[in-house]
């Protein structure tokens, strides 16, 4: 195999495999350094994903205007961010300037460019004090875990997931990236063992409802003794039938999307939704912000409050003393 064809195959694995012309113009070494920022500066796949579709973006809108690599300056990342911005919401438009920072930093440490013309670009202010996802009240997350049908294997797994994501406060990648053997045994506690962002594993005591609904799972699925398969596996069609794939993250999705609706929930519950509620009702029955950001494998406490909404009913008492 040709060593161009077989960093193609390395760039496809991590996610990314379209390399924009305006890079391949500028040379082999300049093509070579934009492979390499993906394979061997980013290990999120996600975030790979993400900044690759960003950059395409960037170096496409350059290349519609004839400008080259040494053609960047200030000027023309601000006018690029203007463009985005009368686009895309505000965390979209940081997260792409981030992205074109990120790769131009490496095409200077590189020997590409001289300089990185966006590190002096600022973007659009993004101040968030409150999340936005939807939150479900403990009896509405309860509705929804009865509401789903467990004589089938396929309810059991969709069960057992919502319960993790709901106990653990588990990003759906580390709850659909589990195998077998991260659901183990130390004496007669049940944990769960997740691979959170940054290469992080964060092992939680698994909550008596999710060891419970896990184990009715592998029980009907059969492959609990499979230690290296995946834990929550996608379906084959709607032959209710497991296959030996795992489920990825939109099968999650929309298998939520599918659920809430069937129980009679708002259809933009989300995956991210048990997350927020996990956290609102261990906080709401005493728990601690700092008890939670642990739980949660936040970095700073500031992102676990973004998921409290203790504070919504109090709101409403407050207003509710307007009477007019």
Known sequence: MARDDKELVVLGSAGATEVPRLVRVAGVKATRRFYEFFTANIRNRNTRQ???????????????????????????????????????????????????????????????????????????????????????????????????????????????????????????????????????????????????????????????????????YLRASGHGEDKLAPLFRSALGTTGQLTQKRMSRNDAFRMIKRRAIRAGLSNKVCCHTFRATGITAYLQNGGTVEKAQAIAAHESPRTTKLYDRTDDEITLDEVERIRI
């Not at 965390?91 to 992205?99: D, E, R, W, Y």
């Not at 875990?145 to 990003?171: H, P, Q």
């Not at 195998?179 to 290469?199: M, P, S, T």
Request: proline share 4%; with cysteine.
């Open 50 to 216: 993400a900044y690759h579709r960003a950059l395409v973006d960037f170096f496409a809108w350059c290349d519609d205007r004839r400008l080259a690599l040494d053609d960047l300056e200030p000027i023309v990342i601000a006018a690029y961010v203007e463009h985005l911005t009368a686009k895309y919401a505000k965390p979209t438009v940081k997260q792409h300037l981030a992205a074109i920072r990120m790769c131009l930093d490496w095409l200077v440490v590189g020997q590409i460019i001289p300089m990185n013309p966006s590190s002096s670009v600022r973007g659009p202010k993004y101040v968030i004090k409150r999340g936005k996802t939807p939150v479900l009240t403990a009896d509405e997350a309860r509705l929804l875990l009865d509401s789903i049908d467990t004589s089938t294997t396929i309810g059991l797994r969709d069960r057992a997931l919502i319960s993790v994501m709901l106990f653990t406060f588990a990003r759906v990648s580390a709850v659909v990236g589990m195998q077998v053997d991260d659901y183990y045994q130390i004496g007669r506690r049940a944990w769960i063992r997740l691979n959170e962002k940054g290469g992080k594993h964060h092992a939680v005591p698994a909550h008596h409802t999710a060891e419970a609904y896990i184990d009715a």
